[in-house]
């Protein structure tokens, strides 16, 4: 457990030393990563590398520079991002009403995976009317509205919610 802590306070600390040049190559990196991918923006993908190096879900391999470090990490999430956008789009384009192409474990588990989603956030009521509003195609404005949240609450919700989604395995199980 020590050495965990020892870890953090490492990684923590050359976080904290990164110059201002190394920082806005950072944010840099997290620019063009972020145009990728629609709908994501720079800080969160910047956010999650630095969370996911002080928690210890990436771990940080002597020897290596922080900086690069911090952009191999980015570089990981910008891929799991690309690689769910992908399903999702290939999900949408199947057609639901197509019966003899539908496949039924595919629905099985797909019920499962929002059932999961659903239960990571059963004490969190602005995520979950966030996702209920998704489910029915609704838009950000609807959703606001529907629920009468403020756009910096419905933008907060849907980080959290984008965040514990990144920590998702491809099993659906928090890493």
Avoid: N
């Amino acid at each position: 457990m020590e050495t965990d802590e020892a870890e953090q306070r490492d990684i923590a600390g050359a976080i904290r030393g990164l110059s201002s040049v190394e920082l806005a190559r950072l944010r840099a990196l997290a620019r063009l990563r972020a145009r990728r991918l629609p709908g994501i923006e720079w800080p969160d993908i910047l956010h999650e590398a630095i969370v996911r190096a002080l928690d210890g879900t990436r771990r940080w391999p002597p020897g290596v520079p922080i900086l690069v470090f911090l952009a191999g990490c980015m570089r990981s999430i910008e891929h799991d991002l690309r690689r769910r956008l992908a399903q999702e789009r290939a999900w949408r384009e199947q057609d639901p009403t197509d019966r003899e192409g539908a496949d039924p474990e595919r629905a099985v588990a797909a019920a499962q995976a929002l059932g999961a989603i659903v239960a990571l956030f059963s004490g969190d009521e602005t995520v979950l009317r966030i996702i209920e509003g998704m489910s029915y195609g609704c838009s950000a404005a609807e959703i606001r509205a529907r629920h009468g949240l403020s756009r910096t609450d419905y933008d907060t919700a849907r980080k959290r919610l984008r965040r514990a989604l990144l920590r998702l395995d491809s099993e659906g199980v928090p890493r």
